[in-house]
């Protein structure tokens, strides 16, 4: 079964305070500061963002200006060709002899030397003979680049290369073909071919990742054409990067910047990052910056990092002052809370000093007053409580007086009987209440007498059995007699079954056992024990050693063996001295026979005071 917690029975009022307190400081303090966070932390990515935006858009417009003025300069070129074609008499096309002439190399080198962007120019005729100038020597690669463009530039094509690589070690440089046709009235005479080296782009990329910014240069296939570092090769595959993939995915369609969040797995490690991408239209190039998205929002986090702490700081001192003005209010309510349970348990001289001027002040003044005038009502109530109490007692005191007084031979015996029946009860460790019934109900137990005719009860001699039945009826009519009286109702049972056995052979009901209650069951053992104690006119008093031995004989068969074991305790401890009566009597017949003298040896060994 689920464990159920316990629900408490009130909630300190010091908690409903406090907590009043922190909802109306904290939490409109927190919902603000969240909005206000939330706020600004938009507003720091979206910076962020339009950052990586602005440096692609840059970057971007950067490459297809120089691009534009690349084939700016080569157009340049192709209509100084010209001009010097149509200025010879002997034709316009690019003859062999042509191609050899000094005017014609001249204006090469000086293509070359006008930018030092470009490392390599080459001029072809239309059989593919031509001149060259420049920083490098074409290898291998470059010279299927050229076959490439000198094939775009027959079919009067402009032709942008793919990225190569040149060199090895420290001299290795990232180039790139660019060519345009040589055309003179739709016929093609030739081309003009460049070789771009990239360093330019290098730099600039370089210059970006100073901020903390990734830049790299993909074609339309993802694959690197150049970056800021060497970490990367020219040509390497860059589409594993998911803001490539979205690059190469959107193929022509890619018009505009976007920005990407992704992740880079390496093993079992991962990185958030953060990139974006701006196309070069004019190459189907894209520029791409990226950066862990840890350094991009470092700001916010940054941000989020303080404004937590100044939020917790702002708790923290909430609380504290909502502590210590809830304890201003609950203090003097607990201390009056005190005083009312004091006053709960009984003890009214409580009261309270508190130093205040506010409505609580006032109401000490008033619980104080109050609290003697209930301590004034309350002793008023006991002294009246006593003398009823004692009044109540004198009564029945005098009422067994009375029974007594009709009997010489019983007088005191009803103070007797409620003496031995408190001890006994006192020694079985009965509660309190149970004692104080046991008292009224040992000093009425034969009140019922009062009922009985005086011949009888009077007789010197051994009752007839019509007479020891009439004797009988003391026991109900006790009980009848005090009925009507409701506050001696729990008495009843001691004042009418205390002639009960336990073996049922008792009277006025034959109950047995435990159906016998321990009232009754108490008040038989001290009125057996003064009956054997004491004279009567058809039996002489025993000795108490005798009366306990004729007692225990009794046990478990009319008299409950543990009052009688509890009597035995206290008449062992001295604590019962009875006076022995002179006056003899003549021996008549009893219900119990007198039992034998006790021998050495015998279980009881007690001694008795005679006077």
């Not at 409109?28 to 950052?51: C, H």
């Not at 210059?207 to 150049?226: C, E, I, K, T, W």
């Not at 803001?243 to 797995?265: C, H, M, N, P």
């Not at 019962?576 to 279980?603: M, N, V, Y």
Request: hydrophobic share 40%; glycine share 6%.
């Amino acid at each position: 079964m689920p464990l159920k917690l316990p629900i408490p029975a009130r909630i300190p009022l010091l908690y409903v305070i406090l907590g009043v307190l922190l909802a109306i400081s904290v939490l409109p303090m927190y919902f603000y500061s969240a909005q206000i966070e939330n706020m600004n932390r938009e507003r720091l990515k979206t910076n962020e963002m339009l950052l990586q935006n602005t440096v692609t858009r840059s970057l971007a417009d950067d490459i297809s200006q120089h691009q534009e003025a690349l084939h700016m300069m080569l157009a340049n070129l192709s209509s100084s060709i010209q001009v010097m074609m149509l200025a010879n008499p002997s034709g316009n096309d690019l003859s062999a002899q042509k191609l050899l002439t000094p005017e014609l190399r001249a204006m090469l080198e000086n293509f070359v030397s006008s930018s030092n962007d470009i490392a390599y120019a080459t001029l072809l005729n239309a059989d593919a003979k031509g001149v060259s100038a420049g920083r490098i020597e074409p290898d291998a690669f470059l010279q299927r680049e050229l076959e490439r463009a000198y094939q775009a530039a027959r079919e009067g094509r402009a032709y942008s290369g793919q990225p190569l690589m040149l060199g090895g070690g420290k001299s290795a440089r990232t180039v790139m073909l660019v060519s345009s046709p040589i055309m003179y009235d739709k016929r093609f005479l030739g081309m003009i071919g460049s070789v771009v080296d990239m360093d330019y782009l290098i730099r600039r990329l370089q210059q970006v990742s100073l901020s903390g910014l990734m830049p790299y240069v993909v074609d339309s296939q993802g694959r690197l054409v150049a970056a800021a570092t060497t970490q990367y090769a020219t040509g390497q595959d860059m589409s594993h990067f998911e803001i490539v993939r979205s690059f190469v995915d959107e193929g022509s369609k890619a018009q505009l910047a976007a920005t990407r969040e992704f992740t880079i797995r390496d093993g079992k490690d991962t990185t958030e990052m953060l990139g974006t991408y701006s196309p070069v239209t004019s190459l189907d190039w894209a520029v791409v910056v990226q950066k862990p998205r840890e350094d991009a929002y470092r700001g916010i986090y940054e941000m989020q990092r303080t404004g937590r702490l100044l939020a917790w700081l702002a708790v923290f001192v909430c609380v504290g002052l909502s502590i210590f003005s809830a304890r201003r209010i609950t203090s003097p309510l607990q201390v009056l809370a005190q005083s009312s349970r004091a006053i709960a348990r009984g003890d009214f001289s409580q009261r309270v000093h508190l130093k205040t001027r506010t409505e609580i002040g006032e109401l000490a003044t008033t619980f104080n007053t109050m609290s003697e005038e209930l301590e004034q009502f309350v002793e008023d109530l006991k002294r009246a409580a006593d003398e009823n109490k004692n009044l109540f007692m004198g009564s029945i005191q005098m009422l067994a007086g009375a029974v007594d007084e009709k009997d010489p031979y019983t007088r005191g015996h009803s103070d007797r009987v409620t003496k031995y029946s408190l001890m006994i009860a006192t020694e079985m460790g009965l509660d309190p209440g149970f004692l104080e019934i046991l008292r009224v109900s040992a000093q009425l137990h034969d009140v019922g007498k009062i009922g009985i005719e005086d011949r009888i009860l009077k007789k010197p001699g051994a009752l007839t059995p019509e007479e020891f039945e009439i004797m009988k009826t003391h026991t109900t009519k006790g009980a009848n007699i005090l009925r009507p009286v409701p506050q001696l109702r729990e008495m009843l049972p001691g004042i009418e079954l205390h002639h009960e056995a336990l073996n049922g052979r008792g009277y006025p009901y034959g109950l047995k056992g435990d159906d016998i209650p321990l009232l009754a069951r108490v008040i038989a053992v001290a009125d057996t024990f003064d009956a054997l104690t004491t004279n009567r006119p058809y039996q002489q008093a025993h000795d108490p050693v005798e009366a306990l031995r004729i007692i225990q004989d009794l046990s478990g068969q009319r008299l409950d063996p543990k009052a009688i074991a509890a009597l035995l305790a206290v008449f062992e401890r001295g604590e019962i001295r009875i006076q022995r009566q002179l006056t003899q009597t003549i021996p008549l017949e009893s219900d119990a026979s007198a039992p034998a003298p006790l021998q050495p040896g015998d279980p009881l060994t007690v001694e008795t005071t005679r006077t």
